[in-house]
Nanobody, 121 residues
Framework: QVQLVESGGGLVQAGGSLRLSCTASGSIFSINDMGWYRQAPGKQRELVAGITSIGSTNYVESVKGRFTISRDNAKNTVYLQMNSLKPEDTAAYYC???????????????WGQGTQVTVSS
């Protein structure tokens, strides 16, 4: 089994910062892309940031210059540093990872349970 566990969400005032973490555990052979998504009430889930196994990153336009995604491959962990937070960043944030459990099995995407980020104005 593979499990992704997020942490670091909470309530913060506009302009503040939060750092989200997501650690994958269980039977893992390798991890390819990892990413952070978010879903606000009444809206579709959207990709916030993604990072490849070699560190290439991409961001949704609305967070460029404010959020930074990074990963520690030795710890099977992906991070999302969020600065200059705005009320419109309020959402449930989910991490995902494309994971091979053994060298003989095709990779599949796993999701974390989500962590709430609330930004007050």
């Amino acid at each position: 089994q593979v499990q992704l566990v997020e942490s670091g969400g909470g309530l913060v005032q506009a302009g503040g910062s939060l750092r989200l973490s997501c650690t994958a555990s269980g039977s893992i052979f390798s991890i390819n892309d990892m990413g952070w998504y978010r879903q606000a009430p009444g809206k579709q889930r959207e990709l916030v940031a993604g990072i490849t196994s070699i560190g290439s990153t991409n961001y949704v336009e609305s967070v460029k210059g404010r959020f930074t995604i990074s990963r520690d491959n030795a710890k099977n962990t992906v991070y999302l540093q969020m600065n200059s937070l705005k009320p419109e960043d309020t959402a449930a944030y989910y991490c995902n990872a494309d994971i091979k459990r053994t060298r003989f099995i095709s990779p599949r995407v796993y999701w974390g349970q989500g962590t709430q980020v609330t930004v007050s104005s």
